[in-house]
């Protein structure tokens, strides 16, 4: 075995090579089979000599934008410094490849490496637009082919996934905090630690993914699941309750603590002990003894509801005799109210009428109630009911009544409560219920750490109307900041998850909510939007020959030879267009007037002076070497945010944004269009 066996097999997936972690699954053998037979087709055809030019670069933006950031080139350059076949793999290749192939051919394949080619490529974090190479490979034309398959599954997915999270950044703004939670939803191991790494490069704040912590240095975040609040009934089980106090140093009972502050939160939340889970007090006391300074709880596990709600449903049904509707109804309740005026909360980034990313909308709160939408809406519902009352009605109807036996045509009044005594008013209080257990312990057990000397974090969401309850959240601390004087409490962190998206979180942001952090997973890691980018490598010179790949579909036609790429600049900083040139032009100089054409549209074209110029190539690998003193993880995350303020807004917007131009030289033009004559078919009428 050779070291990238053993180290491979030894310590993993990722290998230790002194000057990069190297992924030992990224290998030469990583590639398709019709590489290495057109390999052989090459070798066999004494073409070991030619040499070749290859582009890499994508057709469409993803996500229906207009932009892309290009990642992954730091884990091509690894590839190419590790490139050589083990032994072991000369020998499955004899094992797989058709019988025969002459020895000789091993033997070649044996010797490769990639010292003779040369990378030319833009900056990893850089905006990048459909049609500009991003990479630009030189060298053997067996070696450049057998190159393919492997660089392009190392950049689909890391410039993917860096947009989709730079995506993310970009709505969410640059206040609120964004962490990855997708590792268990990811495609495998792999694509869970490229998802990790991806998404820190295209803006967001840290990950739940603790191996990727460990190879990437990404910050590493979390909280615990519900199962940790479940695992507790009562408090009982507590196996200890005592917690040094931070300044003194004395050992304090932290329940004790947390169930004075429990009697006096009562009056200020306008919640009862009784509405709370004792399991879930006691689940909150223990992580907090366990994680005193970073305290930060789930708060949904329970769905306690109070004598109020058992009694009352909050959709109380009144039926009375046809006859008697103008009467007084005996059980204190008036006429129908109003219907309450539909707030976006209960939306939550979507109006479909179904439950909406785990979030409680209008529909389904009348789904629990067992009526549609229309009977919530309308004042009165006329009926034939069954002589016995349904067991969610509260009849007012006489005993005689509710016993007959035949039928009568009855009303059936709902009545809906809109606000708390606390003055929220969004939600009936049954869907308040399921929450307020959770922040009414939580804040006794954050108050019984204050008294130790210690600071909780916050709270984590991962259910509900997520707008509405981050509001009543803040709501509640902001009272306990005031009454207990604890400012800190003010800034406590509320942290959101359950499914979401790109979409929920602008619908959020029209809510007005209250979220400082977002946990995102399955939408993010498997970029749901869009699951492929589509780069493509083409064949587009050979000895020195220009090569066009031509297609009915003009998109698919490549544009041919070796390039060059700039970027054009406006006086106010923004870039203008992307202009591709022949490696043989010279470079477009500030202050000139630059013809700028579209590739295959004849009468589109422009004259721009640019107030800057920018070549995007530089070189990155050569004779062996690595040519360029490459970023760091971090530095190449602000590398993207600084590229994305280059571009204007309209560019970058999530609806219709502004097309982004790219273009060719005059001089790149007429050779396109002259080769493209050169190589089509002419036809024959007969």
Known sequence: MNDREISCN???????????????????LLTDLYQITMAYAYWKSGKTDDQAVFDLFFRNNPF????????????????????????????????TLPEGIENEFFEYLGNLTAHDVTLYAIDEGTVAFPRVPIIKLEGPLIIVQLLETTLLTLVNYASLMATNAARYRMVAGKHVKLLEFGLRRA????????????????????????????????????????????SFSSVGELKTRLLKHKQTGVMEDLLEHAIRHRQLLSHVLDVSTEESSEGELAAMVSYAIAFPDGFMALVDTYDVKSRETEQVTQVSYVQTDIKSRTSQPTNGIGNAPPTPPATPHAQNGQSNGHKINGQINEHHLNHLN??????????????????????????????????????????????????????????????EKSFRSGLFNFSAVALALNDLGYHALGIRIDSGDLAYLSCLAREAFEKVAEHFKVPWFNKLTIVASNDINEDTILSLNEQGHKIDCFGIGTHLVTCQRQPALGCVYKLVEINGQA???LSQDVEKVTMPGNKNAYRLYSADGHALIDLLQKDSEMPPAVGQKVLCRHPFQESKRAY????HVESLYKIYWKAG?????????????????????????????????????????????????????????????S
């Not at 803006?203 to 191996?211: E, W």
């Not at 944004?657 to 790219?662: A, H, L, Q």
């Not at 790149?668 to 089509?680: G, M, P, V």
Request: with cysteine; charged share 15%; aromatic share 8%.
């Open 547 to 549: 090569r066009i790949k």
């Open 625 to 685: 070497k690595i040519c360029q003193l490459l970023p760091t993880l971090e530095q190449v995350r602000e590398k993207v945010q600084i590229s994305l303020k280059t571009l204007r807004n309209d560019h970058k917007r999530t609806l219709n944004p502004t097309p982004y131009k790219v273009a060719v030289s005059d001089n790149l033009y007429n050779f396109i269009h002259d080769l493209w004559l050169q190589n089509a078919p002419i036809g024959e009428l």
């Open 64 to 95: 229906h934008g207009e932009f892309t950031i290009f990642a992954g080139l730091e884990e091509c350059l690894k590839f190419l410094d590790s490139f050589h076949y083990s032994q072991s793999d000369i020998e499955y290749l004899r094992q």
């Open 187 to 230: 495609q495998g191991p792999d694509g869970g630690l490229s998802a990790s790494k991806y998404s820190y490069t295209g803006g967001f704040d840290g990950t739940s993914n603790v191996l990727a912590g460990k190879l990437f240095n990404i910050p590493v975040k979390g909280t615990h699941a519900h199962a940790y609040i479940t």
């Open 370 to 431: 067992g009526f549609s939408n229309k009977q919530l809406t309308e004042p009165t519902i006329t009926e034939t009911a069954s002589a016995t009352p349904t067991p969610t009605a509260t009849a007012t109807a006489t005993t005689a009544e509710a016993t007959a036996t035949t039928t009568t045509t009855t009303t059936r009044t709902p009545t809906i409560s809109t606000s708390s005594s606390n003055g929220a008013a969004y939600l009936p209080k049954y869907v």
């Open 10 to 28: 030894s310590g993993g997936q990722f290998m230790d090579r002194g000057r990069m972690n190297q992924n030992g699954v990224v290998q030469p």
């Open 608 to 611: 721009v002076i640019p107030s």
